[in-house]
C-alpha cells in the first residue's frame, strides 16, 4: 500500500493532469448555454478540501465523501471536507482544521503528501485547492451536524475502473446540460468534488498502469 504513497509524493510535484482532467467531469451544454467558469478574479476567495486516504479492512485504498447538511452552501450534495482559509492560513491547515471541524478527525493523525490543481467555483466565488492525505487506518468518525449529514468512504479501485460512471441530461439554471457523475451514493457525485476527483484518479490510474 506504501508503494502508492511513495508515488504520489513525487507525482504531486511535477506537472500535473490540471483541467484538462477536471474539464472531462464538468456539465457540458447539450446546445445552449454556459460553459463553467473556470478563471477566478481577484476577488474569489481561497478555500481548501481535504482528499483523505485511507485502508479499508481488506487494506485497500478508499477516500473519504461527506454528504453536505442540507442548510449549508452546496447543501445536499457530495463532498470532501473543506472550506474557507482563514488570513494566512497555508492549504494544508485549512484542510486539516475543516476536517477536524466537520468530521472530527485529529489533524495529528492525517500526513499530509501534497496539492491538486486549483479548481474555481463560480457559486461560492472561491479558488479551491485539493490536498490529499492519508491515515493508516479507520478513525472514529464524528459528523458535525451543522455541517455534515453522512461520512462514507469508497474504494479508488471502483471509481478509477469508470464502472460507476454514468452521464445523464439535466436541467440547471435554465439549461440543459450532460452531466457525468459517479453513482456511489443515494446523492450522485457530479460537479466541483467530480472534477477535483477525477484530476486524482487520472494520478492514480498512472500508479495503476505503472505497477507490475
Known amino acids: 500500500m506504501n508503494n502508492l504513497i511513495t508515488f504520489l509524493r513525487y507525482r504531486l510535484q511535477q506537472d500535473l493532469p490540471g483541467k484538462g482532467a477536471q474539464l472531462q467531469m464538468a456539465p457540458k451544454p447539450v446546445s445552449e448555454g454556459p460553459n463553467r467558469p473556470m478563471s477566478p478574479d481577484s476577488s474569489a476567495s481561497p478555500s481548501t478540501v481535504l482528499i483523505l486516504l485511507l485502508p479499508n479492512d481488506e487494506m485497500k485504498w478508499e477516500l473519504v465523501l461527506t454528504l453536505r447538511s442540507d442548510n449549508i452552501d452546496h447543501g445536499g450534495q457530495l463532498s470532501f471536507p473543506g472550506g474557507r482559509a482563514e488570513p494566512n492560513e ?3 491547515a485549512t484542510a486539516l482544521r475543516e476536517a477536524n471541524e466537520e468530521i472530527g478527525i485529529a489533524t495529528q493523525e492525517v500526513t499530509i503528501i501534497g496539492e491538486l490543481s486549483p479548481l474555481y467555483i463560480s457559486h461560492s466565488n472561491s479558488q479551491v485547492t485539493p490536498v490529499v492525505g492519508y491515515m493508516d487506518s479507520i478513525p472514529d468518525f464524528i459528523a458535525n451536524p451543522d455541517e455534515v449529514e453522512e461520512i462514507f468512504s469508497v474504494e479508488l479501485k471502483s471509481l478509477a475502473t469508470k464502472k460507476n460512471l454514468i452521464e445523464e441530461q439535466w436541467k440547471l439554471q435554465d439549461h440543459h ?12 457525485l457530479w460537479g466541483a468534488t467530480a472534477m477535483m476527483l477525477n484530476e486524482f484518479l487520472d494520478l492514480y490510474r498512472e500508479f495503476v498502469a505503472k505497477e507490475p
Do not use: F, K, M
Open 177 to 188: 446540460y450532460h452531466v457525468p457523475y459517479w453513482d456511489v451514493h443515494r446523492v450522485p
Open 90 to 92: 497555508t492549504p494544508a
